[in-house]
């Protein structure tokens, strides 16, 4: 208790020293989210001027915001330090304004939210920014942590949610007047509080003895208690608090650990150790309470759980939010809980145990819903709700291949509803011309822009937009990072090899986060710039200098493997670099050939498969791809002396590379028959070990999933024969032991699956 306490009074000193009332804090929200929205326009410099000043919860979030934005976008180590340190004292800012809200009787009164509802957003908006920060930085404690975080965010979120819920039903009254906090959330048969584990889960026992209880059932049962107890916050928001005097999450120490393993302090709600090499396999083993430990494999979908929701879809002219805090909550919330619940709908298989330690499951289509409400509001909370929109349509919708087709259902009320899960063309145009307005010196919605030219199969176009841009470059260095890349990836698929060598060496020089990658592609564009001199009978000068250059920049690669890391490991596609250029250097040396000729199967190609390119490419594309591919076993083409000696894995490159892009050109029978005699009959021992690509077998199961998904409209049986099929072959491909770049296969193994479900949802509905 003592220690609680005094962290309660070092937190009141380093908070804001202004009283909270009804007048300075829409002036403090209004002038931080006006401030902070500058950023969105690609003007740091008026941000950071507009909130250095302020002192409040809302101005410290706004530093926060930015410098999160800022981080999310370049992955630069030092951008993300700063970050952590600002959201940090927004949240030990907004902890300590949301204790005082409970005792001041000046504060904002709301008639849809709880008293010290905007700094339980704050505080929730902290921490889930700095969760994110934290899985992105290079230490896993700091991940776990960051997850760890992830669970307290939602309690608080799912709550204010759940205010609005009350009121969309007509009972404002009954929105949660009392402190819907740790002690308000204790049942009555049981003497453990809810926050025994983090973010607070209900009170899920092994045992069987006690019935499941959702977090939300949980909240809602304890609302009476809660509105009942007199405590000394007094009526309070629906903030997970981690500032209890008797239990103390952000007290609970975790420490940083050397490569091999993961030590932790035993504290109330972790105790353990993690063996890095294995962290998927341990996090299975260690619950996060010892008397929960099966509660995450037994909680259902957030679906159900939020099934009856009411949604609080009003605009921003609505006299509903006639008060600059209730939008500032409303839009807040909308933005956090469903980008929270979005990102855990897109977590792959291969980090499916992750979810033990986040506690909760995602819901997608939920997750849309409250992003595009959020978008509505001109603030920063709207222009990062349509940010992350774009983003998601843009790059997790074009990488997936087995997607729902775009539909329009009816609500209770018989209106029109868009479907959000697949592709909302109309609406993702309206929402890129509104936001394009809004901040007209953006680079980040011209990037938008080319992105959905690109989708729409128009890639000339979209590398239009990008060097139209360039001309006048982004002061945001990170901004300007990001479309290079994307022009790099674009100039990738076009076949432009000249041009991608070019980009992606560019970005070598502006942003630091994977060179190895960067060079990689650099490689294999003059790998096909070789192969293509070789075919047209290029002069022996120009292939000379191609052969040096992609020599040059594949060894360069590794070099620069392992220097970055993802919770506490190895990029993927840094081991992914190191093996391949090993396989290379060994052929070289056993069939005594030059490096350039012992390079297998299109490596260009193969990035773009992995990164989806051929979803991008026209026809005419495709088929400059088809022809790429034959430089491998077409003796006519290019490649006459070592096809013969290749072995069965890089004859399986070959097969799924050439049947994705047959498959995209809608010749789905010769893709089909391409994988089942080249991939599925060869013995999986023959696809693994060693220095071999193992990825092939998971990849042909799924693109036979594809396939089979793309043909239910085409005949030959039934619609639902066709979805059983793509949904054996997903499982298949889903329960595929661990393999090289397993988790960017596995978004688009995810996605799949969330189609699958809701195909099979919608006919059960219908």
């Not at 330090?81 to 504060?107: I, N, P, W």
């Not at 929701?309 to 839009?331: A, C, E, K, R, T």
Request: hydrophobic fraction near 35%.
């Amino acid at each position: 208790m003592l220690r609680g306490w005094l962290r309660d009074k070092k937190e009141e000193l380093n908070a804001s020293t202004h009283s909270l009332d009804a007048l300075s804090e829409p002036q403090d929200i209004e002038a931080s989210m006006r401030a902070a929205n500058h950023i969105m326009n690609d003007d740091l410099q008026a941000a950071e001027d507009g909130l250095a000043n302020g002192t409040s919860s809302f101005h410290k979030m706004g530093k926060g915001m930015v410098a999160f934005l800022r981080a999310t976008l370049g992955f630069e180590p030092e951008i993300m330090r700063e970050a952590s340190e600002r959201l940090a004292d927004a949240e030990s800012t907004a902890s300590a304004d949301h204790r005082k809200a409970q005792r001041d009787q000046q504060v904002h009164r709301s008639a849809i939210y709880p008293v010290g509802s905007e700094f339980a957003l704050c505080h929730a908006q902290a921490q889930l920014m700095s969760a994110v920060v934290g899985v992105l930085n290079e230490s896993l404690t700091e991940s776990i942590r960051g997850f760890y975080k992830l669970r307290k965010a939602f309690v608080t979120l799912d709550a204010i949610l759940d205010a609005e819920d009350k009121y969309v039903r007509g009972n404002p009254r009954q929105a949660l007047s009392g402190r819907a906090s740790v002690d308000s959330m204790r049942s009555n048969n049981s003497s453990q509080s809810v926050k025994a584990i983090p973010g607070g889960l209900g009170d899920v026992r092994p045992n069987g003895k006690k019935q499941d209880r959702s977090l939300l059932n949980t909240v809602r049962q304890n609302e009476a208690q809660a509105a009942a107890k007199s405590t000394k916050y007094g009526d309070g928001p629906p903030m997970a608090k981690d500032d209890d005097d008797d239990d103390d999450d952000d007290d609970d120490e975790f420490y940083d650990a050397d490569e091999s393993h993961e030590t932790s302090q035993k504290t109330d709600t972790y105790a353990g150790h993690i063996e890095i090499d294995g962290v998927t396999k341990d996090l299975a083993k260690n619950s996060l309470d010892e008397d929960n430990r099966s509660e995450t494999q037994e909680l259902p979908p957030l679906k159900a759980l939020s099934s009856n929701h009411q949604v609080l879809d009003h605009g921003p002219d609505s006299d509903v939010f006639s008060n600059p805090i209730d939008v500032f909550i409303h839009s807040g919330a909308n933005l956090c809980f469903g980008l929270l619940l979005v990102m855990i709908s897109m977590i792959p298989p291969a980090f499916n145990r992750l979810l033990f330690i986040i506690g909760f499951h995602g819901d997608r289509d939920r997750g849309l819903r409250l992003l595009w409400q959020a978008s509505k509001f001109h603030n920063i909370n709207g222009a990062m709700a349509g940010l992350c929109l774009l983003g998601f349509y843009h790059q997790v919708i074009t990488f997936a291949d087995v997607l729902p087709e775009p539909s329009i259902t009816r609500t209770s009320e018989n209106e029109a509803q868009q479907d959000v899960q697949g592709y909302p063309q109309e609406r993702c145009e309206a929402l890129l011309q509104d936001m394009r307005s809004r901040h007209p010196k953006s680079h980040l919605w011209l990037l938008e822009q080319a992105r959905m030219e690109a989708m729409n199969r128009r890639l000339s176009t979209a590398l239009s937009i990008l060097e139209s841009s360039a001309k006048h470059k982004s002061p945001l260095k990170q901004v300007e990072a990001l479309n290079m890349f994307e022009k790099s990836l674009m100039a990738m698929s076009m076949h432009d090899y000249k041009l991608c060598a070019e980009s992606f060496l560019n970005c070598v020089k502006l942003n630091n986060w994977s060179h190895a990658l960067y060079y990689y592609f650099a490689g294999a564009a003059h790998v096909e710039s070789y192969r293509h001199c070789v075919m047209s009978g290029g002069s022996e000068k120009e292939r000379k200098k191609h052969a040096e250059k992609a020599t040059k920049y594949f060894h360069q690669a590794p070099q620069h493997a392992g220097k970055k890391k993802f919770m506490a490991r190895q990029l993927p596609f840094d081991v992914f670099v190191a093996r391949k250029i090993q396989k290379w250097d060994a052929r070289a040396k056993e069939w005594d050939v030059p490096f350039i000729d012992a390079v297998g199967v299109s490596p260009l190609e193969e990035m773009i498969f992995f990164w989806n390119g051929y979803r991008r490419m026209d026809d005419a594309q495709l088929q400059t791809s088809l022809e790429n591919l034959k430089w491998s076993d077409d003796p006519a083409r290019g490649n006459k002396t070592t096809w013969a000696k290749e072995e069965a894995d890089e004859k399986a490159i070959l097969a799924v590379l050439r049947a994705v892009t047959l498959r995209n050109l809608q010749r789905f029978d010769e893709a089909a028959t391409i994988l089942q005699e080249n991939v599925l009959a060869v013995p999986n021992s023959e696809l693994r070990s060693g220095l071999r690509d193992d990825w092939t077998a998971p990849c042909a199961r799924y693109e036979m999933g594809v396939g089979a998904w793309m043909r239910r409209k085409q005949g030959g049986k039934e619609e639902v024969e066709w979805v059983k099929e793509c949904e054996g072959w997903i499982e298949k491909a889903a329960k595929w032991e661990g393999y090289e770049l397993d988790a960017r296969v596995g978004l688009k193994i995810a996605t799949a699956q969330d189609t699958i479900k809701k195909f099979w949802g919608e006919r059960k509905a219908a």
